[in-house]
């Protein structure tokens, strides 16, 4: 079984920093790549990031490029996402899932229960 668990939502004040965490089991990630997607109400879920193969290679969209860095430890099999230079429109929910490329299209196979990142001052 496919697991995922996101942890280091919070909030912060514009210009601040967090680093969300996402642990898998069921699976190395080696095997699937791990993307950072966020939801915000009435909006479709999108894609953040996204980190894939061996060597790693990183993906972001364009909104978070420069302030966000996706990283992964193998051993502890844990994704990271180091979120910097935050603003008022990174509010979301943050999902990490397992998919099956960074790209689209692609196909989730797992998702986290969601942590909630609140930019406010």
């Known amino acids: 079984q496919v697991e995922l668990v996101e942890s280091g939502g919070g909030l912060v004040q514009p210009g601040g920093s967090l680093r969300l965490s996402c642990v898998v089991s069921?699976?190395?990630?080696?095997?699937?790549?791990i993307g950072w997607f966020r939801q915000v109400p009435g909006k479709e879920r999108e894609g953040v990031s996204c980190?894939?193969?061996?060597?790693?290679?990183?993906w972001y969209a364009d909104s978070v490029k420069g302030r966000f860095t996706i990283s992964r430890d193998n051993r502890k099999k844990t994704v990271y996402l180091q979120m910097n230079s935050l603003n008022p429109e990174d509010t979301a929910v943050y999902y990490c899932?397992?998919?099956?490329?960074?790209?689209?299209?692609?196909?989730?196979?797992?998702w986290g229960q969601g942590t909630q990142v609140t930019v406010s001052s």
């Open positions: 899932g397992a998919v099956v490329q960074c790209g689209t299209p692609t196909s989730v196979v797992g």
């Open positions: 069921g699976f190395t990630l080696d095997y699937y790549a």
């Open positions: 980190i894939s193969g061996s060597p790693s290679k990183q």
